[in-house]
């Protein structure tokens, strides 16, 4: 077998990193969380440092996997609901009625957690609206 070299390695290595990123990322559901609700704390962070409270912010939810890993992403989202009143999060089961929402301006982001949601796959989605 030929060994690979220049931008096949490059490719094989970045592949190989993404992997091990992946895997350590389903593994550990507190990372998960922290990483699909980290852009809206870095919204909230911005918004403040340009001297724009953001406050209550309307999330859609639509929770598809009905399981416990998509309760405890939940739980994650609703910490930021309680703390300082930073998102106003609306529980949705309807994936079409949450993208309708966002394109209305009723949310401004939505976050999906799709059927048969584990730490092996499939991924939770989140899409923003940042107009």
Known sequence: ???????????????????R???TLWRQPV???????????????????????LRAIPIAIVDEAGNALAAECARGAMALE??????????????????EGLHHGEFRAVWVLPFGLSR??????FIGDLG
């Open 1 to 19: 077998m030929k060994a690979a070299r220049g931008l096949k390695l490059a490719v094989l290595g970045i592949l190989a990193i993404s992997q």
């Open 21 to 23: 990123s992946y895997v």
């Open 31 to 53: 990372l998960m969380v922290s990483t699909m609700l980290f852009p809206v704390v870095y919204l909230l962070i911005l918004g403040n440092a340009l001297n724009h409270q």
């Open 82 to 99: 309680t703390g300082r009143d930073l998102l106003r999060i609306t529980r949705l089961t309807d994936r079409e009625k949450a993208f």
């Open 120 to 125: 092996q796959g499939p991924a939770p989605s």
